[in-house]
Nanobody, 118 residues
Framework: QVQLVESGGGLVQAGGSLRLSCAAS????????MGWFRQAPGKERESVSA????????YYADSVKGRFTISRENAKNTVYLQMNSLKPEDTAVYYC???????????WGQGTQVTVSS
């Protein structure tokens, strides 16, 4: 079992930055693909970014390319999402996930709220 805890969310003005962290416990995340998802009120959950465990390949949704950066620090069992140039449409609850690949996640965190004011 892997437990995931997100942190770093909050209220920020448009154009600002936040860094989300996802701390894992229970097992090492070294061999897991890790992903960030978000869900805005009234909308479906969407994939934001992912990072593989082989070679650290990354994926970004078109809506965040060039603004968000995912990274992982296996020694700390932690994954990060650096979010720059935030927009009001980035407002959502952000979730961290771990799984065998970026298409299959088995473990989820509880989420952290990100609110971007205009």
């Amino acid at each position: 079992q892997v437990q995931l805890v997100e942190s770093g969310g909050g209220l920020v003005q448009a154009g600002g930055s936040l860094r989300l962290s996802c701390a894992a416990s229970g097992r090492t995340i070294r061999t897991y693909a890790m992903g960030w998802f978000r869900q805005a009120p009234g909308k479906e959950r969407e994939s934001v970014s992912a990072i593989g465990w082989i070679g650290g390949s990354t994926y970004y949704a078109d809506s965040v390319k060039g603004r968000f950066t995912i990274s992982r620090e296996n020694a700390k069992n932690t994954v990060y999402l650096q979010m720059n140039s935030l927009k009001p449409e980035d407002t959502a609850v952000y979730y961290c996930a771990a799984g065998d690949s970026r298409w299959k996640y088995d473990y989820w965190g509880q989420g952290t709220q990100v609110t971007v004011s205009s």
